[in-house]
């Protein structure tokens, strides 16, 4: 089954936070990593994670910082911090109370 786009924009950054939450990563590991988890529900391009990227980190939800890897490419990587994380918080409390006001209206089970 598709997911709407816009059911998915909505959610883009806190997933990225959430997976950055757990380890660093670099651009094209945090789309797998996405990709893996949700079982390709959130399969995003690298035009669409790049924005992303660019706004937490002005934000001051990510920083970045370049490394060399061991295929001799300098990788851009990304980490979560302090403020990141409680955003991160923040919106996780934030969507469970949607999730469960859409179950309620919806008359889901477990809403």
Do not use: C
Not at 25 to 50: C, H, P
Not at 84 to 104: I, M, N, P, S, T
Request: proline share 1%.
């Amino acid at each position: 089954m598709s997911v709407n786009k816009e059911l998915v924009k909505g959610s883009t950054s806190m997933l990225v936070l959430g997976v950055l939450e757990e380890k660093e990563m670099y651009g094209y590991q945090i789309i797998k990593e996405l990709e893996q988890r949700s079982e390709t529900v959130f399969a995003l391009k690298e035009g669409t994670l790049y924005p992303i990227l660019h706004v937490l980190e002005q934000d001051g939800f990510l920083e970045a910082y370049w490394e060399d890897t061991s295929s001799a490419r300098k990788r851009r990587f990304y980490r979560i911090t302090k403020k990141g994380r409680k955003e991160l918080d923040r919106q996780k409390e934030e969507w469970k109370e949607y999730a469960g006001a859409v179950g309620k209206v919806l008359q889901l089970q477990n809403a």
